[in-house]
């Protein structure tokens, strides 16, 4: 599989607008963002999506974004963030690196602005249960 952008960029093949690094991750201002201030986080090891993420860097992804999130927030004087983690193209990954955004928000902004919600027919929510649970003891 030939490199994706983020492992070009953890490499200095690529610039970015650098906010935090350590050994394990790489902070850094998205270039496309939904509001100003909106930056990723990234493990500098490369991982599809976060299912595959050794523990460790998780963890250390999570800290990561939890000390840039407090930042981003007091930086741009942000009412909310969101921390977003998609996986897959359904859930609207486009990079196919594990990464965590950081997302500032404003009221009115628009973004997320509302959570289509849909309750379960009779029987269903049990059901789903069942079968989560049932897929958690597997592994």
Known sequence: ???????????????CA?????????????INPIN???ALVIPKKHYHTLFDMDP????????AAQKVGKAVHRSVAAEGVNLVQNNYRAAGQLIDH???HLIPR???????????GKPYAP???DAHLKRIVEALSQG
């Open 1 to 15: 599989m030939p490199e994706c952008i983020f492992c070009k960029i953890v490499k200095g093949e690529i610039p």
């Open 18 to 30: 650098k906010i935090l690094e350590d050994d394990r991750v790489l902070s850094f201002v998205d």
């Open 36 to 38: 100003p201030g909106h």
């Open 56 to 63: 460790d860097d998780l963890q250390a992804c999570i800290l």
């Open 98 to 100: 594990a990464h965590f």
């Open 106 to 116: 404003h009221e009115g902004d628009g973004f997320l602005s509302s959570w289509p």
């Open 123 to 125: 029987g269903g929510l």
